[in-house]
């Protein structure tokens, strides 16, 4: 089956819509500290707070919690509180908190891999280090960020596991999966999440102008498929507003994901 957009006249890119696709991943924590890592997460959480999720506690990235909602990488907005990096570590271990991070490598069962490719001893490439990983993933909410959707990212195993998704978890015990949750992993192809047969990914819902077998034939595993696979919606023209004149009037968000109308639709195969 195939599921493809009705096509867009509103100018909308993909872009646009994978900001609004993170922001949604964010619209149902209520009042939490949202710790987005990247350009696309920076941007779709900030147009969650102004928009389905007002309660968000946003910071400026380095030490400070912002009482407004500036564009990207913007100065001088209204500070509400101090947050010093010693702090974050208390909030990772006992506060509400939903971390969106990038990968390098994501698996079948949702470990993501962010420290080398190739064997561990002797890696073939050198990369950020776990970091925060591990304890992002057993103890707050964690989402992804995937800006180039492949088969060299979504591979039946990580090299590495950094960020531990649920099976590993359940099987380390109460400890590692009781605050395990991967929520979301948002893709410039799709949505996905880990909510399939063992824990495994998911395929939620593709974006306008993809279909459901470009998605398999870029992912490196066996996706779980749905009988039924939805279009990622549109942002509305309140945030398509929002996005573009006041939050990335720059136009920041293109160099992730290249600058591009959606694809007017085909009619769907089945």
């Known amino acids: 089956m195939t599921e493809v957009s009705t096509g867009s006249t509103t100018g909308v890119t993909r872009a646009d819509v994978c900001a609004a696709a993170i922001a949604?991943?964010?619209?149902?924590?209520?009042?939490?500290?949202?710790s987005p890592m990247g350009m696309l997460p920076m941007l779709g959480v900030r147009l969650a707070k102004l928009t389905s999720n007002p309660d968000l506690v946003i910071s400026d990235g380095e030490s400070l919690f912002l009482a407004g909602v500036p564009p990207l990488f913007a100065k001088g907005d209204v500070v509400e509180g101090w947050i010093p990096f010693r702090k974050v570590f208390d909030v990772v271990a006992y506060g509400k908190r939903h971390v969106m991070?990038?990968?390098?490598?994501?698996?079948r069962h949702g470990n993501q891999n962010i420290s080398a490719i190739g064997d561990f001893a002797q890696p073939k490439r050198q990369l950020l280090g776990s970091r925060g990983a591990p304890g992002n993933t057993v103890n707050n909410r964690t989402s992804y960020w995937v800006p180039r959707h492949s088969t060299r990212v979504f591979v039946e195993q990580v090299d590495i596991v950094s960020g531990v998704g649920p099976q590993r978890a359940k099987a380390a015990g109460p400890a590692a999966a009781r605050f395990n949750d991967i929520?979301?992993?948002v893709s410039n192809l799709g949505v996905l999440d880990v909510g399939?047969?063992?824990?495994?990914v998911r395929l939620l819902s593709v974006h306008p102008g993809v279909t459901v077998e470009e998605v398999v034939e870029q992912t490196g595993f066996e996706l779980d498929v749905p009988a039924e696979v939805p279009t990622t919606r549109e942002p509305t023209s309140e945030e398509t507003v929002l996005i573009r004149?006041?939050?990335?009037?720059?136009?920041?968000r293109f160099k992730e994901v290249p600058q591009e109308g959606l694809r007017q639709a085909q009619e769907p195969t089945r």
């Open 101 to 107: 991070m990038g990968a390098t490598q994501v698996d």
């Open 196 to 200: 399939g047969p063992d824990d495994t």
């Open 183 to 185: 929520h979301r992993i």
């Open 24 to 34: 949604d991943a964010f619209k149902d924590d209520g009042e939490i500290f949202a």
């Open 245 to 252: 004149e006041m939050l990335d009037p720059k136009g920041l």
